[in-house]
């Protein structure tokens, strides 16, 4: 983090959205409670992606700092449920919480939010397929992982007061724009497919999940759940024109050499999944809030559905491409607001 960390905001007649550098612990606890409608993030996984402190490091320390020596997975709960109170807090009752994590870790994430009093609701889940074996080759065929194929999402809810209705009626928070989120017509499902990356309008790829669906099911088209691929280049990219390019290894592998980037995060969330979750949690006009923000996909969604945004990133450069996202996206939303 630099010394003088920075701050956007941005509002026209229709958005507006703000960023915050800053440690995501001590800023939360600046917020006032009771002020998000919902949280919609994609906090750190604790499993040192990348070889990052902020993913491993930096949560060992602050969740050992009592002096318990403690494994990494116990490392990591404690410290989800230490910015899980701050969420509950700040979180409208009966406000919904989303976030992401990693198969190997769900489970610690899920028991730290339970723990800091948020009430587990559902788990979706967010089937790509498309993921690479991160695992070395061992001689005889022999392998320690699978490839990845799915990222689980934690809904959970802050407490109510009282009944669902007298809660929305009090707070306009407690349930789901279920009406608002249908996908061709029907119940959004906990279940999210992406067709592969190969493939095209014609024609599936052997390894699409939404055509093995479709061929398992002759009957049943897959189209009753959302689709949702991982964001393109093209998408990752835009707005970032003002940044300098810079050479990054976006994924793992000394068979993906580094690539020339102005956005350089690595874990950026397609916009269209985003947009589909915000929808789905946060009451119209409502602010959600995401305090890991990274590129600022969550925000870029926010805006695009007419939700107010804040969100907080520790990293200075992360800030910098969230901010020119954001600035691209909701000038294409302000215009679309203006158009007949
Ligand atoms: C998985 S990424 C989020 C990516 C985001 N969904 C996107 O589409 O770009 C998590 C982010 O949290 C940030 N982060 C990690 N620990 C943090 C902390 N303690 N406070 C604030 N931000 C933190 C990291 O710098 C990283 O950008
Ligand atoms: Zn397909």
């Given at each position: 983090?630099?010394?003088?960390?920075?701050v956007?905001?941005?509002?026209?007649?229709?958005h507006?959205w703000?960023?915050?550098?800053?440690?995501?612990l001590?800023?939360?606890?600046?917020l006032?409670?009771n002020?998000?409608?919902?949280?919609?993030?994609?906090?750190?996984?604790?499993?040192?992606?990348?070889?990052e402190?902020?993913?491993?490091?930096?949560i060992r320390?602050?969740?050992?700092?009592g002096?318990?020596?403690l494994s990494?997975?116990e490392?990591?709960?404690?410290?989800?449920?230490?910015?899980?109170?701050?969420?509950?807090?700040v979180?409208k009752p009966?406000?919904?919480?989303?976030a992401?994590?990693?198969?190997?870790?769900?489970?610690?994430?899920v028991?730290?939010?339970e723990?800091a009093g948020?009430?587990?609701r559902?788990?979706?889940l967010w089937l790509y397929?498309?993921?690479?074996?991160?695992s070395?080759?061992?001689?005889?065929?022999?392998a320690?992982?699978?490839?990845?194929?799915?990222?689980?999402?934690?809904?959970?809810?802050?407490?109510?007061?009282?009944?669902?209705?007298?809660?929305?009626?009090?707070w306009?928070?407690?349930?789901?724009?279920?009406?608002a989120?249908?996908?061709?017509?029907?119940w959004?499902?906990?279940?999210?497919?992406?067709?592969a990356?190969g493939?095209?309008?014609?024609?599936?790829t052997?390894?699409?999940?939404?055509?093995?669906?479709?061929?398992?099911?002759?009957?049943?088209?897959?189209s009753?759940?959302?689709?949702c691929a991982?964001?393109?280049?093209q998408?990752?990219?835009?707005?970032?024109e003002?940044?300098?390019?810079q050479s990054?290894?976006?994924y793992?592998g000394?068979?993906?050499?580094?690539?020339l980037?102005?956005?350089?995060?690595?874990?950026?969330?397609?916009i269209?999944?985003?947009?589909?979750?915000?929808?789905?949690?946060t009451?119209?006009?409502?602010?959600?809030?995401?305090p890991f923000?990274?590129s600022?996909?969550?925000?870029?969604?926010?805006?695009?559905?007419?939700?107010?945004?804040l969100?907080?990133e520790?990293?200075?450069?992360?800030?910098?491409?969230?901010?020119?996202?954001?600035t691209?996206?909701a000038a294409?939303a302000?215009q679309?607001a203006?158009?007949p």
């Open positions: 983090m630099s010394t003088t960390a920075k956007a905001i941005y509002g026209d007649d229709t507006a703000g960023l915050i550098e800053g440690e995501a001590l800023t939360l606890a600046k006032p409670d002020s998000v409608d919902a949280i919609v993030t994609d906090p750190p996984y604790g499993i040192d992606f990348a070889g402190a902020w993913d491993g490091a930096d320390q602050v969740a050992g700092s002096g318990d020596r990494a997975g490392a990591f709960e404690r410290w989800t449920a230490v910015w899980a109170a701050e969420a509950r807090r979180l009966g406000g919904h919480l989303l992401f994590g990693a198969t190997r870790t769900f489970h610690r994430l028991s730290g939010v723990d948020l009430e587990v559902d788990q979706l397929a498309q993921g690479l074996p991160k070395r080759r061992l001689p005889g065929g022999l320690t992982t699978l490839k990845p194929a799915y990222e689980p999402i934690l809904l959970a809810r802050a407490p109510m007061v009282g009944a669902t209705t007298r809660n929305l009626q009090a306009g928070t407690g349930a789901m724009n279920t009406e989120a249908r996908v061709d017509g029907y959004p499902a906990h279940l999210t497919l992406s067709h990356s493939c095209t309008k014609a024609r599936c052997s390894e699409c999940p939404a055509a093995l669906i479709d061929a398992a099911r002759p009957d049943r088209r897959p009753r759940l959302f689709f991982k964001a393109s280049k998408e990752r990219e835009a707005g970032c003002p940044l300098p390019a990054v290894k976006l793992n000394h068979h993906h050499p580094a690539r980037r102005r956005n350089t995060h690595r874990t950026v969330k397609p269209t999944m985003m947009r589909w979750l915000v929808k789905l949690v009451p119209v006009g409502g602010v959600v809030l995401d923000a990274g600022g996909t969550t925000g870029i969604a926010a805006v695009l559905e007419d939700r107010l945004f969100g907080i520790r990293e200075g450069e992360y800030i910098d491409i969230a901010c020119a996202r954001l691209h996206w294409s302000a679309r203006v158009l």
